[in-house]
């Protein structure tokens, strides 16, 4: 059971460019989210999707689009990359988007803008 | 609106005193809240949560939590800090009704000194 995969781990990107993180779940999780991490400002959620065909914004989704391809995947895309968004981003995942349930994270993905 | 405020940045405590990391919260209605820990290069993984009754939470790998209404606090605590315990860990809360999106504190870095 791999629980949440988020791919690349490490990207670098020049400004400007973009590019596509992916996250797939097997949990039959119906919620997926996108955080993003950086030191001192904890996790700020970017954009999540409460189920299947829904997604909306988060606290910080400026520069960032995401598309929930199906139940299992939720992709984070970076149309024009800037140094500001320069960053460890986390994929998570619960059963759903309420309450007590608990979140399942992903590994990380490393993304570095020059 | 709700928030999680972590007042320490870092903690150091030797390897086998007691710890405590402290957490406060802020949420309108009655809270859910959380602990996640986070390894190097590795993902946020779930500790432990309040969810109702008994004030005392306990946890994996030894971590207890106490909830404190009056306090609005969450402080988690382990009575003999391992060398392993070094992580970064997060607080977070969620209120109990409707589908609010989780808010995490912004992390405290537990350093062990063996």
């Known amino acids: 059971n791999a629980g949440v995969t988020q791919t690349p781990k490490f990207q670098v990107l020049k400004t400007g460019q973009s590019m596509t993180l992916q996250c797939a779940q097997d949990m039959n999780h119906n919620s997926m989210y996108w955080y993003r991490q950086d030191p001192g400002m904890g996790l700020r959620l970017i954009y999540y999707?409460?189920?299947?065909?829904?997604?909306d914004k988060g606290e910080v989704p400026n520069g960032y689009n995401v598309s929930r391809l199906n139940k299992r995947e939720f992709s984070l895309r970076l149309e024009s990359a800037a140094p500001s968004q320069t960053s460890v981003y986390f994929c998570?995942?619960?059963?759903?988007?309420?309450?007590?349930?608990?979140?399942?994270f992903g590994a990380g993905s490393r993304l570095t803008v020059l | 609106a709700q928030s999680v405020a972590q007042p320490e940045d870092q903690v150091n405590v030797a390897e086998g005193n007691p710890l405590t990391v402290k957490c406060t919260y802020s949420?309108?209605?009655?809270?859910?809240l959380f602990w996640y820990v986070q390894y190097p290069n590795r993902g946020l993984q779930f500790l432990l949560k309040?969810?109702?009754?008994?004030?005392l939470v306990k946890g994996s790998y030894g971590f207890e939590a106490e909830f404190n209404k009056s306090q609005t606090s969450f402080h988690l605590k382990k009575p003999s800090a391992l060398v392993s315990d070094s992580a970064l860990y997060f607080c977070?809360?969620?209120?109990?009704?409707?589908?609010?999106?989780?808010?995490f504190g912004t992390g405290t870095r537990l350093t062990i000194i063996p």
């Open positions: 309040y969810i109702t009754g008994d004030n």
């Open positions: 949420v309108s209605g009655n809270p859910y």
């Open positions: 977070a809360v969620r209120h109990n009704f409707g589908n609010e999106k989780l808010t």
């Open positions: 999707s409460a189920s299947e065909g829904t997604t």
């Open positions: 998570a995942s619960e059963i759903r988007a309420s309450g007590a349930n608990v979140l399942t």
